[in-house]
């Protein structure tokens, strides 16, 4: 089964600081590629957000099918970093 792997919400702090969530949040780092077997929580890509650097980790173990996002690209709340063949 593919699934989706989305951007999570943000952490509520970079909204109330006003320090880390100030400008774009973009992507740093690419852990992973097509084909890569992964594991539950394994590292998918890290954001910069100009002051923190974040990793992102996958919820779901399987095959990334597919990255959609890349070095240096701006990332949003709920966009899709990657698809995962899961395995039931």
Do not use: F
Not at 33 to 62: C, F, H, M, Y
Request: net charge negative; charged share 25%.
């Amino acid at each position: 089964m593919i699934r989706e792997v989305r951007m999570p919400k943000y952490p509520e702090c970079w909204e109330t600081c006003g320090d880390c969530g100030s400008g774009d949040i973009v992507v740093q780092e690419v852990h992973v590629q097509p084909g890569e077997t992964i594991r539950a929580d394994d590292n998918l890509i890290t954001l910069e957000t100009g002051k923190v650097a974040l990793d992102i980790p996958s919820p779901l173990a399987g095959r990334i099918v597919e990255v959609r996002v890349a070095e240096g690209e701006t990332l949003a709340e709920g966009q899709v970093i990657a698809t995962v063949d899961v395995a039931d």
